[in-house]
């Protein structure tokens, strides 16, 4: 299905990554790659990592794969910083990032109740 939103959106270049690539970094799991998707699942987690998009195309691309995908899927557009990690070392911290979001809101939340 992710296959054909980045198909549709003009975007048709992506790569899954499994769990024997942890170790690898970003910057060589890209290596040459024009435009990348990483669609894979980490402890039941699904990431979605972009790459060199322009901003209309990812504005559009996360707004369909939104659409379709669950709600804790975690987007990361590739920077300076993350293109130098270990990709299993990139999923906790995302993963870590989210939860404390998500726990955030859920303080406010309740203290609005």
């Known amino acids: 299905m992710i296959k054909n939103i980045c198909f549709l959106n003009g975007s048709c270049n992506l790569k899954v ?5 942890g170790n690898i970094k970003i910057k060589d799991i890209i290596s040459g ?3 990348y998707i990483c669609d894979c699942y980490v ?3 699904r990431i979605i ?3 060199n998009l322009s901003d209309k195309e990812l504005d559009t691309l996360t707004k369909d794969l939104k659409n379709i995908l669950k709600r804790n899927t975690i987007f990361h557009i590739i920077d300076s910083k993350s293109i130098n990690l270990e990709f ?3 999923v906790s911290k995302l993963i870590e990032k ?10 406010k939340r ?3 109740e």
């Open 43 to 45: 402890l039941d987690e």
């Open 49 to 51: 990592l972009f790459n």
């Open 110 to 112: 309740y203290r609005n």
């Open 88 to 90: 299993k070392y990139l």
């Open 33 to 35: 790659i024009d435009f």
């Open 98 to 107: 989210r939860d404390f979001n998500e726990n955030k809101r859920y303080r």
């Open 17 to 21: 990554i499994d769990e024997t690539m």
